[in-house]
């Protein structure tokens, strides 16, 4: 069974009520793949001619307007907070809960991104604990994953990758919510992008540890993505790539071009 191809959108602290209004709009008019979304609803109403292939799509904008894009996002494509907390409700001060986002909607979650791991200091633990309770409270999980550029350069990087999934391996052992997104950190918010060969490399080891650590059928179904200053310009040739499933995409998805990345896959 062929992996559907899956396109994240992480807004990061971007955005105010007028231009996540104008991303909305624009992605409610794009010319989209007509199964986007299949797997979790039938696109209701079809407001342009639609390319054919298949693809998933998630947008992550600031947790501020969660339900604005949910709101207002057409059938089809749905909506990320990008952090959760791991517990259910208490005195947690600026978090957000598995259970209001499910209250609100709001279907997935990104967790482990690189920016939340060295700045905000969250660890493999936390981040596997994070994971647990979003999937046990009903929430897909993109979890990202990815090496410093001195990791890399010291040939570091499938040891730091395997290190950072062992820990969710300790926690859970169903992976059918998970999207794996394997993101070099030197590559995100630099320009920079790894080269088709570096990608494919770390995804076919990504899903060479699932089908050893975990089952053949996690290996064969677990859809692996790439993030990095992915752009209109690169995402067509990635895209070809055997374990490269689809995208989390960074600032381009704040621009009209995400459309293209959406479609690289047709």
């Keep these: 069974m062929a992996r559907q191809f899956f396109?994240?959108?992480?807004?990061?602290?971007?955005?105010?009520?007028?231009?996540?209004?104008?991303?909305?709009?624009?992605?409610?008019?794009?010319?989209?793949?007509?199964?986007?979304?299949?797997c979790l609803r039938v696109l209701a109403n079809s407001r342009s001619q639609l390319m054919s292939s298949h693809v998933e799509v998630?947008?992550?904008?600031?947790?501020?307007?969660?339900?604005?894009?949910?709101?207002?996002?057409?059938?089809?494509?749905?909506?990320?907070?990008?952090?959760?907390?791991?517990?259910?409700?208490?005195?947690?001060?600026?978090?957000?809960?598995?259970?209001?986002?499910?209250?609100?909607?709001?279907?997935?979650?990104?967790?482990?991104?690189?920016?939340?791991?060295?700045?905000?200091?969250?660890?493999?633990a936390f981040v596997a604990s994070k994971t647990q309770a979003s999937l046990e409270g009903g929430l897909g999980v993109i979890l990202c994953c990815g090496e410093s550029l001195e990791q890399r350069e010291a040939g570091k990087t499938i040891d730091v990758v395997y290190a950072q999934l062992r820990a969710i391996a300790a926690r859970i052992s169903d992976w059918s919510k998970i999207v794996i997104a394997y993101e070099p950190i030197w590559a995100i918010g630099t320009g920079k992008v790894a080269t088709t060969e570096q990608a494919q490399e770390v995804h076919a080891a990504i899903r060479q540890w699932l089908g050893k650590e975990v089952s053949a059928e996690a290996a064969e179904q677990t859809r692996i993505i790439y993030g990095g200053s992915v752009s209109e310009k690169n995402s067509r040739e990635l895209a070809k790539q055997a374990d490269i499933d689809g995208f989390l995409v960074g600032g381009a998805s704040l621009k009209p071009a995400f459309v293209d990345i959406i479609n690289s896959n047709v």
């Design 7 to 38: 396109v994240g959108g992480n807004f990061k602290m971007n955005g105010s009520v007028k231009t996540i209004t104008e991303i909305v709009e624009n992605l409610n008019n794009a010319k989209l793949d007509p199964n986007v979304g299949k």
């Design 58 to 124: 998630v947008v992550a904008p600031p947790a501020l307007y969660l339900l604005l894009a949910r709101e207002h996002l057409r059938s089809g494509i749905e909506v990320a907070s990008q952090n959760v907390f791991d517990k259910p409700n208490g005195a947690f001060t600026g978090e957000i809960s598995v259970q209001q986002l499910k209250d609100s909607n709001i279907t997935w979650t990104l967790l482990g991104h690189s920016e939340r791991r060295v700045v905000l200091q969250e660890d493999d």
